[in-house]
């Protein structure tokens, strides 16, 4: 890859329930030592990433780097779709499900290497309710295990996600919606309706082994309801992608999709609440609207 002229890091200090901030001068020092010339933007408030790489690119920048977890580079690709300006990541947050896909490492000296080193891969996102989501979309049990998760003040990763999904395996109520593709059609009763561009979701778990985040199109899982104690056995099974070889999961691929439920559902984005419950949801793929930086 060519060198970068203009590199800004786009640092939330509050990623990993608040850890990151006890980083920044580790940060710091890992740029300096791998000779990684850059401006360090530092977010105050939820929403600021994507204003302050909206910032990065009217200042010039050729790369903006998400420091932080997925919610972090969320925010930051929502300034980046459709631009030239490649999009990276130093993980130092407690969710990395894209980070996972691109194959970038967890080790900040090396994730630095590759934000200086590395290639520019064109890849896809996926659009709805007017945001971009980058990996992952979920509606019903998947956005309400966001929200519970969200509102967590002590566990926090994959413990965190597994915890919320427990929780909700009891207490979520199935609800009734029609879902529309490319050439096909479902109806019937769901917990969860799945938009996947990469195969993973909720710290780890493994809702789409055949997505690529390349190949123009989305990953559509859908679980039917089960009854209560039977979700015991089935919803753990999205941790290694088992569960996509019941008898009531539906997968499905698709350019777009239209999902019409009884009920307005939380939706999740790359993790991330939307502000407002949804009862129909249209979602588009945009191929190749984003460039990241990979090894």
Not at 25 to 34: A, F, G, N, P, Y
Not at 230 to 243: E, I, M, N, Q
């Amino acid at each position: 890859m060519r060198a970068m002229h203009k590199v800004f890091v786009v640092f939330n200090p509050t990623a990993d329930r608040g850890r990151a901030a006890q980083r920044e001068d580790e940060l710091i020092k890992t740029l300096q030592q791998v000779g990684l010339e850059a401006h360090i933007l530092r977010t105050e408030r939820p929403g600021h990433a994507t204003e302050l790489a909206r910032h990065a690119v009217r200042e010039g920048a050729t790369c903006v780097l998400a420091a932080g977890g997925d919610g972090t580079g969320h925010e930051v690709g929502q300034a980046l779709v459709g631009t030239p300006i490649a999009l990276g990541f130093i993980p130092i947050g407690s969710g990395n499900d894209y980070i996972r896909v691109l194959g970038v490492p967890k080790d900040l000296t090396q994730a630095v290497s590759i934000a200086k080193q590395g290639r520019v891969r064109t890849v896809d996102v996926a659009e709805a309710a007017g945001r971009f989501s980058l990996n992952s979309m979920g509606m019903g049990i998947e956005g309400q295990i966001a929200w519970d998760y969200r509102h967590m003040r002590i566990l926090k990763g994959e413990i965190g996600y597994l915890y919320a999904t427990l929780w909700e395996i009891v207490k979520f109520r199935s609800f009734h919606a029609e879902v529309q593709g490319n050439g096909w059609s479902y109806t019937g009763r769901l917990l969860s309706v799945s938009l996947m561009n990469g195969p993973y979701a909720g710290g780890g778990f493994l809702l789409a082994p055949l997505a690529q985040i390349d190949d123009g199109r989305l990953d559509v899982t859908m679980i039917a309801n089960y009854p209560r104690m039977v979700r015991f056995w089935v919803l753990p099974k999205t941790r290694d992608g088992s569960y996509i070889r019941l008898r009531r999961v539906r997968t499905y691929k698709a350019e777009q999709v239209v999902v019409r439920a009884d009920r307005p559902l939380p939706v999740h984005m790359d993790g991330e609440l939307l502000p407002d419950k949804y009862a129909e949801l249209k979602v588009t793929i945009r191929p190749g609207a984003l460039r990241v930086l990979v090894p």
